[in-house]
């Protein structure tokens, strides 16, 4: 069964550090992938996604993604984060159906220092 | 063009009352999902709807619980006699079709609380 792991609970940056939250699936096929961005009282918003091609996507706001088949893999990386970036990042694979039925990590809550 | 609307954004309610939770889909939309959210986990799905069809309610508790989305009008998810365990973030997405490399996009959620 499709399932997605995120490691880290929290983690701390101070403005202007790098980035990476980790992110682990198992998935039975070549997967579809996506992160997706919460901030404090509002929906979730689609940072980048991954369907095939490239396994360097680009999303939204600067982040950035690589998909590593061999590692089973999905690291969201950002080279300078800032202040607005505070918020929970989710990352999520379709379940089974071929449909919008998705499976997500428990998320990564980011807190950024000035 | 105005996002997924949801209302109530807080919703209170004591244990054995109902809770009605509405969703408005993206104009053109016709694709609805409702996701629950528990403290400190991820989303979890519940259902997926097209208009007039449940489509999948695997993730709907079998008791309590129940969606609908009429030809006319917004989604309604309805908790009847709701418990203390109910008590989470309740978001709803739409999508323009049902597949999975379409957007999906979401709602600001409604809070639920069960006293």
């Known amino acids: 069964a499709q399932s997605v792991t995120q490691p880290d609970i929290h983690i701390t940056v101070s403005e202007g550090a790098s980035l990476e939250l980790r992110c682990n699936y198992s998935y039975g096929a070549t997967p579809y992938l996506f992160w997706y961005v919460q901030s404090p009282g509002q929906g979730l918003q689609l940072l980048l996604k991954?369907?095939?091609?490239?396994?360097l996507v680009q999303g939204i706001k600067g982040f950035e993604a690589e998909f590593k088949r061999s590692q089973s893999s999905f690291n969201l990386r950002k080279p300078s984060v800032h202040w607005s970036d505070a918020a929970e990042y989710f990352c999520?694979?379709?379940?089974?159906?071929?449909?919008?039925?998705?499976?997500f990590g428990a998320g990564t809550r980011l807190a950024v220092h000035p | 063009n105005a996002g997924v609307m949801q209302n109530p954004r807080h919703l209170v309610r004591r244990r054995g009352q109902e809770a009605r939770l509405r969703c408005s889909p993206m104009k053109g939309h016709s694709h609805v999902y409702w996701y629950r959210q528990l403290p400190e986990e991820g989303l979890k799905f519940m259902v997926y709807l097209q208009k007039e069809n449940i489509i999948d309610e695997s993730g709907m508790p079998k008791e309590r619980f129940s969606a609908e989305f009429p030809k006319e009008g917004p989604s309604i998810l309805r908790i009847q006699q709701v418990v203390r365990g109910d008590s989470a973030a309740y978001f709803c997405?739409?999508?323009?079709?049902?597949?999975?490399?379409?957007?999906?996009?979401f709602g600001s959620g409604t809070q639920l609380s069960v006293l």
């Open positions: 997405a739409s999508s323009a079709d049902g597949t999975t490399n379409e957007k999906l996009f």
């Open positions: 991954y369907f095939s091609g490239d396994t």
């Open positions: 999520a694979v379709p379940s089974s159906g071929g449909y919008n039925k998705l499976i």
